[in-house]
Protein backbone atom coordinates (compact mmCIF):
# COMPACT_ATOMS: atom_id res chain seq x y z
CA UNK A 1 0.00 0.00 0.00
CA UNK A 2 1.27 3.30 -1.06
CA UNK A 3 2.70 5.68 1.46
CA UNK A 4 3.94 8.90 1.60
CA UNK A 5 6.42 11.07 4.46
CA UNK A 6 5.47 13.91 6.21
CA UNK A 7 8.28 15.44 8.58
CA UNK A 8 10.20 12.33 8.90
CA UNK A 9 6.92 10.20 9.62
CA UNK A 10 5.48 7.87 7.49
CA UNK A 11 1.68 8.07 6.86
CA UNK A 12 -0.46 5.90 4.86
CA UNK A 13 -2.19 7.10 1.98
CA UNK A 14 -5.06 4.78 2.38
CA UNK A 15 -5.74 5.57 5.79
CA UNK A 16 -5.48 9.12 5.23
CA UNK A 17 -8.08 9.00 2.89
CA UNK A 18 -10.17 6.91 5.01
CA UNK A 19 -10.18 9.53 7.91
CA UNK A 20 -10.77 12.11 5.74
CA UNK A 21 -14.06 10.14 4.87
CA UNK A 22 -14.90 9.64 8.37
CA UNK A 23 -14.16 13.53 9.01
CA UNK A 24 -16.75 14.08 6.14
CA UNK A 25 -19.58 12.76 8.22
CA UNK A 26 -18.82 15.04 10.96
CA UNK A 27 -20.62 18.19 9.62
CA UNK A 28 -21.62 16.77 5.89
CA UNK A 29 -25.62 17.12 6.75
CA UNK A 30 -25.69 20.55 7.71
CA UNK A 31 -23.35 21.89 5.84
CA UNK A 32 -25.64 20.20 2.68
CA UNK A 33 -28.97 21.75 4.25
CA UNK A 34 -26.42 25.01 4.13
CA UNK A 35 -26.10 25.18 0.40
CA UNK A 36 -29.57 24.53 -0.51
CA UNK A 37 -30.60 27.46 1.15
CA UNK A 38 -30.65 29.62 -1.74
CA UNK A 39 -33.73 27.14 -3.16
CA UNK A 40 -35.22 26.97 -0.19
CA UNK A 41 -35.24 30.56 0.88
CA UNK A 42 -37.45 31.55 -2.08
CA UNK A 43 -39.93 28.07 -1.34
CA UNK A 44 -40.64 27.66 2.15
CA UNK A 45 -42.66 30.33 3.91
CA UNK A 46 -39.79 31.91 6.27
CA UNK A 47 -37.84 32.86 3.52
CA UNK A 48 -34.94 35.25 4.79
CA UNK A 49 -35.54 34.47 8.29
CA UNK A 50 -34.72 31.01 7.31
CA UNK A 51 -31.30 31.03 8.50
CA UNK A 52 -31.25 32.57 11.65
CA UNK A 53 -33.60 29.63 12.78
CA UNK A 54 -31.44 27.41 11.38
CA UNK A 55 -28.24 28.55 13.09
CA UNK A 56 -30.40 28.77 16.40
CA UNK A 57 -31.41 25.26 15.83
CA UNK A 58 -28.24 24.37 14.96
CA UNK A 59 -27.17 25.55 18.09
CA UNK A 60 -29.79 24.12 20.16
CA UNK A 61 -29.06 20.88 19.44
CA UNK A 62 -25.87 21.25 21.76
CA UNK A 63 -28.11 19.63 23.78
CA UNK A 64 -26.26 16.50 22.42
CA UNK A 65 -22.73 16.70 23.36
CA UNK A 66 -24.05 17.59 27.00
CA UNK A 67 -25.57 14.85 27.29
CA UNK A 68 -22.64 12.86 26.19
CA UNK A 69 -20.43 14.33 28.03
CA UNK A 70 -22.44 13.89 31.16
CA UNK A 71 -22.92 10.56 30.33
CA UNK A 72 -19.33 9.67 29.83
CA UNK A 73 -18.86 11.53 33.42
CA UNK A 74 -20.94 9.64 35.44
CA UNK A 75 -20.49 5.83 33.88
CA UNK A 76 -16.49 7.02 34.08
CA UNK A 77 -15.88 6.87 30.89
CA UNK A 78 -17.99 3.58 30.03
CA UNK A 79 -19.31 5.83 27.06
CA UNK A 80 -17.39 3.99 24.27
CA UNK A 81 -16.65 6.29 21.19
CA UNK A 82 -17.24 3.65 18.51
CA UNK A 83 -20.71 3.31 19.47
CA UNK A 84 -21.49 7.12 20.05
CA UNK A 85 -20.28 7.34 16.40
CA UNK A 86 -22.19 4.69 14.97
CA UNK A 87 -24.96 6.62 16.39
CA UNK A 88 -24.51 9.37 15.10
CA UNK A 89 -24.19 8.20 11.57
CA UNK A 90 -27.25 6.06 11.97
CA UNK A 91 -29.29 9.01 12.74
CA UNK A 92 -27.47 11.66 10.40
CA UNK A 93 -28.28 9.32 7.00
CA UNK A 94 -31.81 8.39 8.50
CA UNK A 95 -32.66 12.08 8.91
CA UNK A 96 -31.13 13.08 5.31
CA UNK A 97 -33.53 9.97 3.82
CA UNK A 98 -36.73 11.33 5.46
CA UNK A 99 -35.94 14.99 4.43
CA UNK A 100 -35.61 13.90 0.71
CA UNK A 101 -39.36 13.10 1.25
CA UNK A 102 -41.16 15.55 3.93
CA UNK A 103 -38.80 18.90 3.57
CA UNK A 104 -41.89 21.00 2.02
CA UNK A 105 -44.07 19.90 4.80
CA UNK A 106 -45.80 22.91 6.06
CA UNK A 107 -47.67 23.10 9.38
CA UNK A 108 -50.15 26.20 10.13
CA UNK A 109 -48.75 27.37 14.48
CA UNK A 110 -50.33 30.32 15.57
CA UNK A 111 -51.68 31.51 11.88
CA UNK A 112 -48.33 31.58 10.30
CA UNK A 113 -46.95 28.69 8.02
CA UNK A 114 -43.84 26.85 8.70
CA UNK A 115 -41.69 24.53 7.68
CA UNK A 116 -41.74 21.99 10.72
CA UNK A 117 -40.65 19.21 9.08
CA UNK A 118 -37.76 20.53 7.50
CA UNK A 119 -37.16 22.42 10.63
CA UNK A 120 -37.20 19.21 12.77
CA UNK A 121 -35.50 17.26 10.80
CA UNK A 122 -32.74 20.03 10.66
CA UNK A 123 -32.53 19.22 14.47
CA UNK A 124 -31.81 16.16 14.45
CA UNK A 125 -28.72 16.33 11.49
CA UNK A 126 -27.78 19.53 13.68
CA UNK A 127 -27.97 17.13 17.59
CA UNK A 128 -25.28 14.20 16.06
CA UNK A 129 -23.13 16.80 14.20
CA UNK A 130 -22.96 19.20 17.04
CA UNK A 131 -22.27 15.22 19.29
CA UNK A 132 -19.33 14.74 16.69
CA UNK A 133 -17.77 18.09 17.55
CA UNK A 134 -16.38 16.46 20.83
CA UNK A 135 -16.66 12.65 19.72
CA UNK A 136 -14.81 12.31 16.63
CA UNK A 137 -11.85 14.59 18.12
CA UNK A 138 -10.94 12.36 21.12
CA UNK A 139 -11.48 9.54 19.08
CA UNK A 140 -8.31 10.89 16.77
CA UNK A 141 -6.14 10.32 19.58
CA UNK A 142 -5.97 6.82 18.94
CA UNK A 143 -4.12 7.63 15.63
CA UNK A 144 -0.60 9.02 14.90
CA UNK A 145 -0.70 12.77 15.41
CA UNK A 146 -0.24 13.48 11.23
CA UNK A 147 -3.61 11.84 10.62
CA UNK A 148 -5.47 14.90 12.67
CA UNK A 149 -5.23 17.10 9.59
CA UNK A 150 -7.08 14.63 7.75
CA UNK A 151 -9.74 14.98 9.85
CA UNK A 152 -10.01 18.52 9.22
CA UNK A 153 -9.74 18.21 5.93
CA UNK A 154 -12.40 15.88 5.68
CA UNK A 155 -14.65 18.09 7.87
CA UNK A 156 -13.77 20.77 4.91
CA UNK A 157 -14.75 18.30 2.56
CA UNK A 158 -18.53 17.83 4.28
CA UNK A 159 -18.60 21.91 2.63
CA UNK A 160 -17.28 21.04 -0.58
CA UNK A 161 -18.91 18.15 -1.82
CA UNK A 162 -22.32 19.45 -1.12
CA UNK A 163 -21.32 22.70 -2.92
CA UNK A 164 -20.24 21.25 -5.95
CA UNK A 165 -23.09 19.58 -5.96
CA UNK A 166 -25.37 22.81 -5.17
CA UNK A 167 -23.20 24.40 -8.20
CA UNK A 168 -23.81 21.70 -10.65
CA UNK A 169 -27.83 21.80 -9.65
CA UNK A 170 -27.82 25.75 -10.42
CA UNK A 171 -29.86 28.85 -8.93
CA UNK A 172 -33.15 27.85 -7.93
CA UNK A 173 -36.44 30.01 -6.78
CA UNK A 174 -37.26 33.71 -8.09
CA UNK A 175 -35.03 34.49 -11.25
CA UNK A 176 -35.84 37.93 -13.23
CA UNK A 177 -39.09 39.94 -12.94
CA UNK A 178 -41.64 40.54 -15.83
CA UNK A 179 -44.63 42.55 -16.41
CA UNK A 180 -48.02 40.81 -16.33
CA UNK A 181 -51.66 41.99 -16.47
CA UNK A 182 -53.84 40.90 -13.72
CA UNK A 183 -56.99 42.21 -13.44
CA UNK A 184 -58.39 44.71 -10.69
CA UNK A 185 -61.57 46.36 -9.79
CA UNK A 186 -62.44 50.22 -9.94
CA UNK A 187 -65.12 51.44 -8.61
CA UNK A 188 -66.82 48.06 -9.32
CA UNK A 189 -65.74 48.53 -12.81
CA UNK A 190 -63.41 45.18 -13.97
CA UNK A 191 -59.92 46.77 -15.38
CA UNK A 192 -56.62 45.69 -15.48
CA UNK A 193 -52.91 46.91 -14.69
CA UNK A 194 -49.72 45.65 -15.18
CA UNK A 195 -47.05 44.34 -12.22
CA UNK A 196 -43.73 42.51 -11.97
CA UNK A 197 -43.81 39.03 -10.89
CA UNK A 198 -40.83 36.71 -10.18
CA UNK A 199 -40.12 34.52 -12.72
CA UNK A 200 -39.04 31.20 -10.79
CA UNK A 201 -36.20 29.69 -12.11
CA UNK A 202 -36.13 25.55 -11.78
CA UNK A 203 -32.86 24.03 -10.83
CA UNK A 204 -31.06 21.36 -13.14
CA UNK A 205 -31.96 18.42 -10.67
CA UNK A 206 -34.51 18.49 -7.58
CA UNK A 207 -33.97 18.94 -3.62
CA UNK A 208 -35.05 15.76 -3.28
CA UNK A 209 -32.27 14.61 -5.30
CA UNK A 210 -29.64 16.67 -3.39
CA UNK A 211 -31.38 15.04 -0.44
CA UNK A 212 -30.74 11.66 -1.56
CA UNK A 213 -27.22 12.73 -2.09
CA UNK A 214 -26.62 13.70 0.81
CA UNK A 215 -27.80 10.25 2.76
CA UNK A 216 -25.41 7.94 0.58
CA UNK A 217 -22.63 10.19 1.55
CA UNK A 218 -23.33 9.62 5.35
CA UNK A 219 -23.02 5.63 4.65
CA UNK A 220 -19.96 6.81 2.69
CA UNK A 221 -19.08 8.06 5.86
CA UNK A 222 -19.95 4.75 7.98
CA UNK A 223 -18.26 2.31 5.66
CA UNK A 224 -14.76 4.36 5.84
CA UNK A 225 -15.23 4.13 9.92
CA UNK A 226 -15.98 1.02 10.18
CA UNK A 227 -12.62 0.22 8.15
CA UNK A 228 -10.48 2.47 10.53
CA UNK A 229 -11.61 0.73 13.23
CA UNK A 230 -11.55 -2.49 12.44
CA UNK A 231 -9.32 -2.99 9.91
CA UNK A 232 -5.72 -4.63 11.12
CA UNK A 233 -4.05 -2.50 8.14
CA UNK A 234 -6.04 0.66 9.39
CA UNK A 235 -4.81 -0.26 13.69
CA UNK A 236 -1.25 -0.32 12.47
CA UNK A 237 -1.62 3.32 12.13
CA UNK A 238 -2.69 3.96 15.56
CA UNK A 239 -0.24 5.83 17.99
CA UNK A 240 1.71 3.86 20.28
CA UNK A 241 1.08 3.55 23.91
CA UNK A 242 3.52 5.72 25.37
CA UNK A 243 2.10 8.38 22.97
CA UNK A 244 -1.72 7.95 23.81
CA UNK A 245 -0.95 7.63 27.12
CA UNK A 246 1.11 10.92 27.41
CA UNK A 247 -2.79 12.27 25.68
CA UNK A 248 -5.20 10.98 27.76
CA UNK A 249 -6.41 11.66 31.43
CA UNK A 250 -6.10 8.46 33.74
CA UNK A 251 -8.85 9.31 35.59
CA UNK A 252 -11.41 10.09 32.36
CA UNK A 253 -10.45 7.34 30.21
CA UNK A 254 -10.27 3.59 31.98
CA UNK A 255 -8.73 2.49 28.20
CA UNK A 256 -5.23 4.16 30.09
CA UNK A 257 -4.99 2.26 33.24
CA UNK A 258 -6.18 -1.04 31.78
CA UNK A 259 -3.62 -0.54 28.98
CA UNK A 260 -0.58 0.46 32.20
CA UNK A 261 -2.24 -3.11 34.00
CA UNK A 262 -1.35 -4.97 31.33
CA UNK A 263 2.32 -3.15 30.51
CA UNK A 264 3.67 -3.04 33.96
CA UNK A 265 6.89 -4.23 33.19
CA UNK A 266 7.15 -2.20 30.15
CA UNK A 267 11.02 -3.12 29.97
CA UNK A 268 9.68 -6.85 29.12
CA UNK A 269 7.72 -7.39 25.53
CA UNK A 270 4.61 -9.65 26.27
CA UNK A 271 5.36 -11.82 23.67
CA UNK A 272 8.64 -13.04 24.80
CA UNK A 273 8.92 -12.70 28.52
CA UNK A 274 12.36 -11.89 28.00
CA UNK A 275 14.51 -8.22 28.76
CA UNK A 276 13.85 -5.90 25.43
CA UNK A 277 17.09 -4.88 24.17
CA UNK A 278 17.16 -1.30 23.69
CA UNK A 279 17.81 -1.76 19.96
CA UNK A 280 15.03 -3.71 18.90
CA UNK A 281 12.24 -2.61 16.67
CA UNK A 282 9.98 -5.30 17.38
CA UNK A 283 6.30 -3.67 18.22
CA UNK A 284 4.28 -5.21 20.72
CA UNK A 285 0.32 -4.79 19.28
CA UNK A 286 -2.78 -5.38 21.80
CA UNK A 287 -6.33 -4.14 21.81
CA UNK A 288 -8.48 -2.24 24.38
CA UNK A 289 -11.87 -3.46 24.35
CA UNK A 290 -13.27 -1.51 21.23
CA UNK A 291 -11.33 -3.50 19.27
CA UNK A 292 -8.50 -0.75 18.68
CA UNK A 293 -5.02 -1.34 18.52
CA UNK A 294 -1.71 0.58 19.81
CA UNK A 295 1.99 0.43 19.75
CA UNK A 296 3.16 -0.25 23.13
CA UNK A 297 6.76 0.03 22.23
CA UNK A 298 8.71 3.21 20.26
CA UNK A 299 9.74 1.66 16.97
CA UNK A 300 13.66 3.36 17.32
CA UNK A 301 15.76 5.57 19.30
CA UNK A 302 14.76 8.34 16.40
CA UNK A 303 10.89 8.23 17.31
CA UNK A 304 11.95 8.74 20.98
CA UNK A 305 14.15 11.52 20.40
CA UNK A 306 11.08 13.04 18.44
CA UNK A 307 8.93 13.16 21.58
CA UNK A 308 11.70 14.58 23.50
CA UNK A 309 12.39 17.59 21.00
CA UNK A 310 9.28 18.03 20.95
CA UNK A 311 7.07 21.20 21.14
CA UNK A 312 6.98 22.87 24.55
CA UNK A 313 3.63 22.47 26.21
CA UNK A 314 1.34 25.83 26.28
CA UNK A 315 1.53 27.77 29.26
CA UNK A 316 -1.67 28.53 31.40
CA UNK A 317 -1.96 31.79 29.57
CA UNK A 318 -1.70 30.46 26.52
CA UNK A 319 -3.93 27.36 26.92
CA UNK A 320 -6.82 29.83 27.77
CA UNK A 321 -5.89 32.49 25.44
CA UNK A 322 -6.34 30.19 22.68
CA UNK A 323 -9.52 28.85 23.92
CA UNK A 324 -10.83 32.17 23.69
CA UNK A 325 -9.64 33.02 20.36
CA UNK A 326 -11.36 29.63 19.22
CA UNK A 327 -14.70 30.53 20.58
CA UNK A 328 -14.84 33.93 18.92
CA UNK A 329 -14.13 32.85 15.97
CA UNK A 330 -17.09 29.97 15.74
CA UNK A 331 -19.21 32.73 17.47
CA UNK A 332 -18.87 34.60 13.94
CA UNK A 333 -18.56 31.84 11.65
CA UNK A 334 -20.98 29.12 12.54
CA UNK A 335 -23.39 31.53 14.89
CA UNK A 336 -23.25 35.30 13.50
CA UNK A 337 -22.41 35.39 9.89
CA UNK A 338 -24.07 32.44 8.85
CA UNK A 339 -27.20 34.10 10.29
CA UNK A 340 -27.28 37.27 8.07
CA UNK A 341 -26.03 35.60 4.88
CA UNK A 342 -28.95 36.24 3.23
CA UNK A 343 -29.29 39.59 4.19
CA UNK A 344 -25.71 40.25 3.32
CA UNK A 345 -26.06 38.68 -0.18
CA UNK A 346 -29.36 38.57 -1.06
CA UNK A 347 -29.86 41.88 -2.18
CA UNK A 348 -27.22 42.00 -4.89
CA UNK A 349 -28.83 39.25 -6.47
CA UNK A 350 -30.28 35.29 -6.19
CA UNK A 351 -26.40 34.43 -7.83
CA UNK A 352 -24.45 36.39 -5.74
CA UNK A 353 -26.04 34.73 -2.85
CA UNK A 354 -25.72 31.34 -4.50
CA UNK A 355 -22.30 32.04 -5.31
CA UNK A 356 -21.00 33.37 -1.95
CA UNK A 357 -22.52 30.12 -0.28
CA UNK A 358 -21.58 27.75 -2.93
CA UNK A 359 -17.86 29.15 -3.13
CA UNK A 360 -17.58 29.83 0.62
CA UNK A 361 -18.13 26.32 0.98
CA UNK A 362 -15.59 25.29 -1.28
CA UNK A 363 -12.85 27.35 0.36
CA UNK A 364 -13.25 25.13 3.25
CA UNK A 365 -11.45 22.20 2.38
CA UNK A 366 -9.00 24.30 0.53
CA UNK A 367 -7.88 26.29 3.46
CA UNK A 368 -7.43 22.83 5.71
CA UNK A 369 -5.24 21.59 2.98
CA UNK A 370 -3.28 24.48 3.35
CA UNK A 371 -3.09 23.97 6.84
CA UNK A 372 -1.94 20.77 6.09
CA UNK A 373 0.56 21.19 3.70
CA UNK A 374 2.01 24.42 5.12
CA UNK A 375 1.25 23.91 9.15
CA UNK A 376 2.46 26.31 11.78
CA UNK A 377 1.94 26.48 15.48
CA UNK A 378 2.74 29.93 16.22
CA UNK A 379 0.52 31.46 18.52
CA UNK A 380 1.19 35.24 16.96
CA UNK A 381 0.35 33.47 13.87
CA UNK A 382 -3.10 32.47 15.03
CA UNK A 383 -3.79 35.85 17.01
CA UNK A 384 -3.11 37.91 13.56
CA UNK A 385 -5.62 35.88 11.58
CA UNK A 386 -7.70 36.50 13.58
CA UNK A 387 -7.93 39.88 14.31
CA UNK A 388 -8.11 39.98 10.38
CA UNK A 389 -10.81 37.72 9.75
CA UNK A 390 -12.59 40.00 12.30
CA UNK A 391 -11.83 43.12 10.18
CA UNK A 392 -13.57 41.36 7.16
CA UNK A 393 -16.32 39.99 8.85
CA UNK A 394 -17.36 43.67 10.10
CA UNK A 395 -17.84 44.34 6.80
CA UNK A 396 -19.86 41.61 6.01
CA UNK A 397 -21.91 42.59 8.81
CA UNK A 398 -22.15 46.03 7.17
CA UNK A 399 -23.79 45.08 4.47
CA UNK A 400 -26.15 42.41 6.14
CA UNK A 401 -26.74 45.67 8.25
CA UNK A 402 -27.47 48.48 5.33
CA UNK A 403 -29.83 45.93 3.57
CA UNK A 404 -31.81 45.98 1.24
CA UNK A 405 -29.59 48.79 0.33
CA UNK A 406 -25.89 47.69 0.77
CA UNK A 407 -22.63 49.37 -0.83
CA UNK A 408 -22.31 48.95 -4.05
CA UNK A 409 -25.72 47.45 -4.57
CA UNK A 410 -25.74 48.71 -8.46
CA UNK A 411 -21.97 47.57 -9.02
CA UNK A 412 -20.74 44.63 -10.30
CA UNK A 413 -17.86 45.25 -7.86
CA UNK A 414 -19.79 45.33 -5.02
CA UNK A 415 -21.16 41.78 -5.86
CA UNK A 416 -17.64 40.66 -6.44
CA UNK A 417 -16.51 42.09 -3.40
CA UNK A 418 -19.08 40.43 -0.95
CA UNK A 419 -18.52 36.90 -2.45
CA UNK A 420 -14.83 37.95 -2.07
CA UNK A 421 -15.05 38.70 1.53
CA UNK A 422 -17.50 35.39 2.43
CA UNK A 423 -14.85 33.17 0.68
CA UNK A 424 -11.78 35.31 2.38
CA UNK A 425 -13.61 35.39 5.60
CA UNK A 426 -14.39 31.25 5.70
CA UNK A 427 -10.78 30.47 4.73
CA UNK A 428 -8.79 32.11 7.21
CA UNK A 429 -11.84 31.23 10.10
CA UNK A 430 -11.04 27.14 8.40
CA UNK A 431 -7.18 27.24 8.66
CA UNK A 432 -7.11 29.18 12.27
CA UNK A 433 -9.49 26.52 13.36
CA UNK A 434 -7.44 23.74 11.84
CA UNK A 435 -4.18 25.33 13.57
CA UNK A 436 -5.93 25.58 16.67
CA UNK A 437 -6.59 21.65 17.16
CA UNK A 438 -3.41 20.88 15.90
CA UNK A 439 -1.71 22.63 18.88
CA UNK A 440 -4.16 21.40 21.27
CA UNK A 441 -3.33 17.99 19.79
CA UNK A 442 -0.01 18.50 21.46
CA UNK A 443 -1.68 19.14 24.80
CA UNK A 444 -3.60 15.91 24.96
CA UNK A 445 -6.69 13.92 24.78
CA UNK A 446 -8.60 16.36 27.21
CA UNK A 447 -7.52 19.61 25.48
CA UNK A 448 -8.85 18.42 22.19
CA UNK A 449 -12.32 17.82 24.10
CA UNK A 450 -11.77 21.15 25.23
CA UNK A 451 -11.38 22.57 21.74
CA UNK A 452 -14.58 21.06 21.01
CA UNK A 453 -16.19 22.08 23.31
CA UNK A 454 -15.16 26.17 23.45
CA UNK A 455 -15.96 25.35 19.75
CA UNK A 456 -19.90 24.78 20.46
CA UNK A 457 -20.16 27.27 23.03
CA UNK A 458 -18.66 30.22 21.33
CA UNK A 459 -21.24 28.91 18.01
CA UNK A 460 -24.46 28.81 20.31
CA UNK A 461 -23.29 32.38 21.48
CA UNK A 462 -22.91 33.69 18.14
CA UNK A 463 -25.91 32.00 17.32
CA UNK A 464 -28.47 33.40 20.19
CA UNK A 465 -27.12 37.14 19.13
CA UNK A 466 -28.02 36.92 15.79
CA UNK A 467 -31.27 35.47 15.82
CA UNK A 468 -32.20 38.22 18.85
CA UNK A 469 -30.88 40.65 16.07
CA UNK A 470 -32.77 39.31 13.36
CA UNK A 471 -36.09 37.79 14.93
CA UNK A 472 -36.86 39.68 17.68
CA UNK A 473 -35.66 43.46 17.12
CA UNK A 474 -35.77 43.50 13.73
CA UNK A 475 -32.73 44.81 12.75
CA UNK A 476 -32.09 43.39 9.43
CA UNK A 477 -34.71 44.10 6.79
CA UNK A 478 -35.17 41.99 3.45
CA UNK A 479 -36.08 43.33 0.16
CA UNK A 480 -39.54 42.04 -1.50
CA UNK A 481 -39.54 40.41 -4.74
CA UNK A 482 -39.33 42.83 -7.83
CA UNK A 483 -39.39 45.73 -5.24
CA UNK A 484 -37.71 49.08 -6.73
Known sequence: MAEFCCKNQKISVAVYLLVGLFGIGSWLAINGLWVELPILVARLPEGWDLPSYLVVIIQLANIGPIAYAVANKFSNGKVGEV?????????????????????????????????????????????????????????????????????????????????????????????DCVNVTVPVDVNGTNATTSKLVPVAV????????????????????????????????????????????????????????????????SSCCPSSGEPRQTESTEDVIIHDTENSAVRLCPDDDADRNQNESGPLPLTKYQYVYLLVLNSWINALGNGLLPSIQSYSCLPYGIMTYHLAVTLASVSNPVACFVAFLSPTKSKKVVQILTYSSTAVAAYIVYTAATSPHPPLLDNVGGQILVVACWILVTSIFSYTKATIACIFRNEGR??????????????AVGALVAFLLVNIFHLFVSLPPCST
Not at 110 to 126: C, E, I, K, P, R
Not at 225 to 230: E, M, Q
Open 83 to 175: SVVYIIVTVGALACLLLAIFWDRVTLIGGVDHSTALLVLAFSLALVDCTSSVVFLPYMAVFKPEYMTALYIGEGFSGLLPSLVALIQGVGGNG
Open 202 to 265: EPLFTVEVFFFFLFAMMLLCGGAFTCLNYLPYCRREHAKLKVYLENVDDADDKRAVEFRKRHRR
Open 446 to 459: KALLYCGGTTQAGS
